[in-house]
């Protein structure tokens, strides 16, 4: 897997799913609550951000409370999930870091995917690749039998460095047909 040393700690419980904690250097790997709300809306109204997300489309307040209640039962469902990432020393929440199924490119299931979005404020300060060492971290161990990818639109040149520098190799180009946009994948290459 991924030469990840002590950049990661685990303060789960065994048993206590709902408490997953993880820490890093400068960031908090945790559950999603409700005042995360406003300023994840905050991120994903920003156009910016969204350009590589689908069809670019911003998200209301409503569309990201939804999303937020997704995470929420796709990790009581499945165990794992995205991880609201929030900056260490203040409480600041930064964005997410994670792990789905992608289910909108059938053709890599059962794989699951990790991604990443956070606000723009936050770029090129290396938090996103911290928080996906982190959540790399965590998949070795909950997540060791599956096969992780990574997914990206063509052009989305810092997500492809974050995943070079979490260890995926460039897998192939398709084309994500709930946009009809060229992405391509990269994986987690076999031990």
């Given at each position: ?36 709300v406003e300023p994840f809306a905050a991120i994903c109204g ?53 792990f789905a199924h992608p289910d909108f490119l059938p053709e ?76 391509e994948v990269y994986r987690l290459p076999a031990d």
């Open positions: 897997m991924l030469a990840l040393g002590q950049q990661s700690k685990s303060l789960i419980a065994e048993g206590e799913m709902e408490k997953i904690l993880l820490e890093t250097d400068r960031l908090r790997l945790r559950r999603w609550k409700d005042s995360d920003d156009p910016e951000v969204m350009k590589y997300i689908g069809d670019g489309s911003t998200r209301t307040l409503e569309e990201t409370a939804r999303s937020i209640e997704q995470f929420e039962i796709a990790w009581e469902e499945r165990g794992f999930g995205l991880f609201a990432v929030e900056l260490r020393a203040t409480g600041e929440l930064l964005g997410f870091t994670g890599l299931l059962p794989s699951v995917e990790i991604g990443w979005r956070f606000g723009k404020q936050y770029w090129g300060r290396g938090y996103a690749t911290e928080a996906a060492i982190g959540a790399m971290e965590f998949a070795s161990n909950v997540l060791a039998d599956q096969q992780i990818v990574s997914i990206c639109q063509v052009g989305n040149t810092a997500s492809t460095r974050i995943m070079a520098k979490i260890g995926l190799e460039y897998d192939r180009r398709m084309i994500d047909r709930t946009c009809n946009r060229e992405v």
